[in-house]
């Protein structure tokens, strides 16, 4: 049997982040992530050399996207683990940030021909200026 529900290439890449950003950061299970990216970017692969048009500029810009929004999202919810006071503003902001994620992700899948995800809930249009303007897609 074959499998009916494959991750898509922007879910491949945004678990590559992830695994990246725990190579870095936990370095005791280092060479099981190198494991796990080494099977991602076979997959990757397999993709990219499926498809019947190069990936462009925006696919790029996507990508960047979604390793920044991790990264973020790594650090707030870091943050948020050690408890204070900021941890209702850390919720919003990585709740919006994901959404952020989320439309990269889209526009990623939308220039490979994948699958893509109706409902994301981005807030960044909502989020203090002292957390920057994350509105990068909405310039199209």
């Known amino acids: 049997m074959e499998r009916k529900y494959l991750p898509t290439l922007a879910d491949l890449v945004d678990r590559l982040t992830i695994v990246q950003l725990k ?4 370095p005791d299970r280092r060479e099981e992530y190198i494991a796990e990216r ?3 970017l076979h997959d990757i692969d397999l993709i990219l050399n499926g498809l019947d048009h190069k990936l462009n500029a925006r696919s790029i810009m996507a990508i960047t996207m979604i390793q920044l929004t991790n990264r973020c999202i790594w650090e707030s919810e870091s943050k948020a683990r050690a408890g204070g006071n900021a941890q209702d503003k850390l919720l919003k902001f990585t709740h919006s940030i994901n959404g952020v994620r989320n439309t990269a992700k889209n526009v990623l899948s939308e220039e490979a021909g994948g699958r893509i995800d109706y409902k994301i809930d981005a807030l960044a249009a909502d989020l203090p200026e002292d ?3 994350w509105r990068v897609f909405q310039d199209e």
Do not use: T, V
Request: charged share 10%; no cysteine; glycine share 10%.
């Open 23 to 26: 190579m870095i950061f936990i």
């Open 38 to 40: 080494e099977l991602i």
């Open 131 to 133: 957390f920057g303007n």
